[in-house]
């Protein structure tokens, strides 16, 4: 565990949220504010627009940082700042975001001292959100826990609906293709982004990482019926250590592409070769994906916000 970077005074208690969210009416994790004045601004739908500051009419957008930090200083009745440890864009989904915050101990009706408990924590966050995010769990975490740089691993999912009709019940929840998919062949064609590698291809252009090399686990794609809506859900699993800006989506847009037969499934090395954009397939829209789980260990490599 980092200790300086994000430390704190001993004895401030630091916690861990396990947060899940609908992100169809959020402008993604991150808060922010449009630039200039509402009338300026670009169009921004009423659901995704949070409040508005009297005078200059500059409005705060709807992002789950925003509404979530808001709660959190509800309860503990301070300024904390929530950091996160993954900037989801607008429209996808977590159901393992986390994020950490620290409060003072004790003092008049302020912070959350450790004594409390987190279960009580959890429920009072909650119980002052809307019904499209909540918090799973709460954990003491370390001080200097860093969200970001502490991370591990993380887990994606990108699920696609085969239907000739469009979605209805899963609409905010799948990407929509009509016709089949070759699952074989795009299960074949995933082994080979496995592997320590530059994925420059496979990111969208301002990424603004110093190195596009990455490593992925795992991935996995299955076909299974939809629960909610006529047809079947291809459903692709990744699992890294760490992802570029949009670069699980492309990753899914080149795996629909090879079972499209659109892209042999023998490319994507030569397409990881090239460091070329342009040869990826398409960047997925944003629905259809979801964080899924993100991991973190200790000084000593043992599993950290594991439940017992």
């Known amino acids: ?30 808060k922010q504010e449009p630039p200039g004045d509402a009338a300026g601004s670009p169009a921004v739908p009423e ?20 509404v979530v930090e808001r709660a959190v200083r509800e309860v503990v009745r301070e300024p904390v700042v929530l950091l996160g440890a993954s900037r989801t864009d607008s429209g996808v989904h977590a159901r393992g975001q986390v994020a950490a ?6 003092g008049k009706g302020r912070g959350w001292p450790s004594e409390r408990g ?6 009072a966050i909650n119980s002052r959100l809307p019904p499209d995010v909540m918090v799973l769990e709460a ?23 085969l239907s000739e009709q469009r979605p209805l019940w899963s609409r905010r929840w799948v990407a929509h293709q009509r016709g089949v998919l070759d699952v074989a062949a795009m299960a074949r064609g ?25 490593r992925i686990v795992s991935v996995t794609v299955e076909e299974g019926p939809s629960l909610l809506d006529a047809g079947r859900e291809v459903r692709m699993r990744f699992h890294g250590t760490g992802f570029l800006y949009n670069q699980v989506r ?19 090395a030569e397409i990881l070769a090239s460091c070329d954009r342009s040869k ?18 200790d000084e000593h490599g043992r599993p950290l916000f594991v439940k017992e």
């Open 47 to 66: 659901s995704k627009v949070l409040d508005r500051r009297e005078g200059d009419g500059r409005i705060v957008l709807r992002t789950v940082q925003e």
């Open 139 to 161: 954990h003491a975490a370390p001080e200097g826990f860093d969200p970001i740089g502490d991370c591990t691993g993380k887990a994606y999912t990108y699920t696609v609906l």
């Open 250 to 268: 492309i990753m899914a847009g080149t795996l629909v592409e090879i079972g499209r037969g659109k892209v042999e499934e023998g490319a994507i």
């Open 190 to 214: 995933a082994k080979d982004l496995v592997g320590e590698h530059d994925f420059a291809a496979f990111a969208a252009a301002g990424h603004g990482r110093q190195t596009t090399v990455r």
């Open 1 to 30: 565990m980092r200790q300086g970077r994000g430390s704190y005074a001993p004895c401030m208690p630091r916690y861990a949220l396990m947060i899940a969210y609908d992100g169809t009416n959020f402008c993604g994790w991150q």
């Open 280 to 297: 990826a397939g398409p960047t997925m829209p944003p629905e259809g994906l979801c964080l899924e789980r993100i991991w973190y260990a």
């Open 118 to 123: 987190t279960e009580p924590l959890v429920r």
């Open 101 to 106: 915050f620290t409060t003072t101990p004790e």
